[in-house]
Nanobody, 127 residues
Framework: QVQLVESGGGLVQPGGSLRLSCAASGRTFSGYAIGWFRQAPGKEREFVVACSRSGGTPSYADFVKGRFTFSRDNAKNTVYLQMSNLIPDDTAVYYC????????????????????WGQGTQVTVSS
């Protein structure tokens, strides 16, 4: 079993940047499909970015392309979500999740595919 802990959220002004971290314990990220999702107040949780179990090119939601970047540090067993040019609509609780089964090359954008979730970190974009 893997435990996930997100960090790095906070209050930022529009146009600013944040880097979220998701650290894994219990197991390494190796071999897991990884996803970042977010949930804004009163809205459904939505897909942000995902990476396959093979660690190939991440897939991004259209609304974050060019602004958010997924990366991973295998030595630290941590994945990151670098967020730039933030807008108020990015305000949400951000979650990382992993899936340890299924196709090695598929990218999973459906939250219900994921087995393990972190507790989330709040990102607020406001002036």
């Amino acid at each position: 079993q893997v435990q996930l802990v997100e960090s790095g959220g906070g209050l930022v002004q529009p146009g600013g940047s944040l880097r979220l971290s998701c650290a894994a314990s219990g197991r390494t990220f190796s071999g897991y499909a990884i996803g970042w999702f977010r949930q804004a107040p009163g809205k459904e949780r939505e897909f942000v970015v995902a990476c396959s179990r093979s660690g190939g090119t991440p897939s991004y939601a259209d609304f974050v392309k060019g602004r958010f970047t997924f990366s991973r540090d295998n030595a630290k067993n941590t994945v990151y979500l670098q967020m730039s040019n933030l807008i108020p609509d990015d305000t949400a609780v951000y979650y990382c999740a992993v899936k340890g089964s299924g196709s090695f090359y598929n990218v999973y954008e459906n939250q219900y595919e994921y087995n393990y979730w972190g507790q989330g970190t709040q990102v607020t974009v406001s002036s």
